[in-house]
């Protein structure tokens, strides 16, 4: 199946870490196999067959965000857009449960695949359009069009890391995600993770995607008796 191409926004061409972050993730589904599906996500209590059809909610959700635009003022950035959960989750949410009845209603891989590339496309052209000074309306927040666009980058990022979390040979998120992504999440939790991490184990181990290693635990010093950041 063909990946659509996403244009760059006019204003940010060539660097715009939204389109780069979002093309990375949907050519790493364009590329999975048939069997990928049935493995897991690094999402726990989800297939990755499950992730994709999260992202096509998510998809639908840049779209419907970016032309829903209010005349008030912005009340979240891209940074304070994503609230701490207290406890990590556990599969048993019943929205979580629900994208697992989508995602199977699907029944053949090609059709997730699809779909993500129709809506996932149209996400993408939505966005290079937009003007980073709209204010948008979502999760009854207020935020500018590039603030959200900015905050997803995050969220792209770590759900390509859940999407190839069981696959070895699967190409990653562009290291551009990845910086920013960690960058986002120091200025969430206040502190910044040692050098010797890197952007990926941070992020990870951040999140709770993985626990940190003994080693990992000294160097994270106080930090670690916060972590794991539990987004949502």
Do not use: N
């Not at 660097?15 to 048939?34: I, K, Q």
């Not at 032309?67 to 556990?90: L, S």
């Not at 699809?114 to 979502?138: E, I, N, Q, W, Y």
């Not at 696959?167 to 910086?179: I, K, N, S, T, Y």
């Amino acid at each position: 199946m063909r990946l659509s191409a996403i244009p760059a926004p006019h204003y940010l061409v060539g660097v715009d870490p939204f389109s780069r972050s979002w093309t990375a993730l949907r050519t790493a589904v364009a590329e999975l196999s048939d069997e990928d599906f049935a493995r897991p996500s690094g999402c726990t209590g989800w297939l990755v067959r499950d992730l994709v059809c999260h992202l096509v909610i998510d998809a639908q959700d840049v779209l419907i965000t970016l032309v829903t635009p209010v005349d008030t003022e912005p009340t979240r950035d891209a940074v304070t857009y994503w609230e701490v959960a207290g406890t990590p989750p556990t599969g048993d949410d019943p929205l979580d449960a629900l994208i697992v009845r989508l995602a199977a209603a699907y029944e053949e891989p090609w059709l997730l695949k699809f779909h993500l590339d129709d809506v996932g496309s149209a996400a993408g052209r939505a966005a290079a359009l937009a003007d980073p000074g709209l204010r948008v309306s979502t999760r009854d927040q207020v935020l500018t069009a590039g603030d959200y666009l900015s905050a997803y980058v995050l969220e792209w990022t770590l759900h390509h890391l859940d999407l190839i979390a069981q696959l070895r040979d699967a190409v990653g998120p562009p290291a551009e995600g990845l910086a920013r992504s960690r960058e986002t999440l120091e200025k969430i939790a206040g502190a910044a993770f040692p050098a010797v991490f890197s952007d990926r184990d941070a992020l990870l181990v951040g999140t709770g995607r993985r626990a940190p290693t003994d080693a990992e635990t000294a160097e994270l010093g106080e930090l670690a008796g916060r972590l794991p950041l539990v987004l949502c």
